[in-house]
């Protein structure tokens, strides 16, 4: 019997040694709802593990997680499993800025969307490349200037129950696959301990 996607990715990041070449392929080879299906299944040890092995492995560029031929203002989903204790499904909307270029952007706006949004806020961000590593930050110290049509309206991260969701955070993503990041999220400069998966729509 063939195993599933998700217990296939499961067996593939519980190895003594994650081999990163053959996660991205592996997930490269899936369909996106199988991709959704298999990441969500992802639990904390693993995901922390896979963020190990994967600084390094490829660079993440805005670009990919927007890709150009995507319109300025538009969202890009990318769905989310998170290592907390509840909740742990969401989603991460990006879209490129208006003027900035498609191929090369300097910068995204975002916002998270899911069950707890009308509680902690939306959690805007800019997202940029990283200074030190061939990463992107998800930097919620930063909103937007404005919010795209359709969008939730601008709130800031340090008002309000968003204050302890995404007050102060910078997430760090790293490739895994062609649709796929893992993230990890600090505060102040901390790391929390807390990581997640992203697999962004087709």
């Known amino acids: ?3 599933s996607p998700s217990a296939a990715l499961l067996a ?11 996660v991205a392929a592996f997930l490269d080879g899936l369909t996106h ?13 693993p995901q922390q593990r896979l963020y190990r092995a994967a600084q390094g492995f490829a660079p993440v560029r805005l670009e990919e997680l927007v890709p150009p031929g995507v319109g300025d203002g538009k969202a890009v989903r990318h769905f989310g499993k998170n290592s907390l ?9 990006f879209c490129r800025p208006p003027g900035q270029d498609p191929e090369a952007p300097d910068e995204l706006w975002g916002f ?29 110290n930063r909103v937007p ?22 007050g102060f955070m910078i997430d ?6 062609e649709h796929v990041t893992i993230g990890s999220a600090a505060r102040r400069g901390k790391d929390l301990g807390s990581w997640f998966l992203l697999t962004r729509e087709p």
Do not use: C
């Open 12 to 22: 593939l990041l519980g190895e003594d040694e994650i081999e990163m070449a053959r």
């Open 145 to 166: 200037p404005e919010a795209p049509s359709g969008w939730p309206p601008l709130r800031s991260n340090e008002v309000g129950l968003g204050r302890f969701v995404y």
């Open 172 to 177: 760090t993503l790293r490739r895994v696959s």
């Open 33 to 45: 709802v199988q991709r959704v299906e298999a990441t969500r299944n992802v639990g904390r040890k």
């Open 112 to 140: 998270n969307h899911g069950i707890l949004q009308p509680l902690t806020g939306p959690g805007y961000y800019v997202a940029r490349p990283s200074p030190d590593a061939p990463e992107v930050l998800v930097d919620y």
């Open 1 to 3: 019997m063939t195993d």
């Open 85 to 93: 204790p509840a909740f742990t499904q969401f989603e991460k909307r």
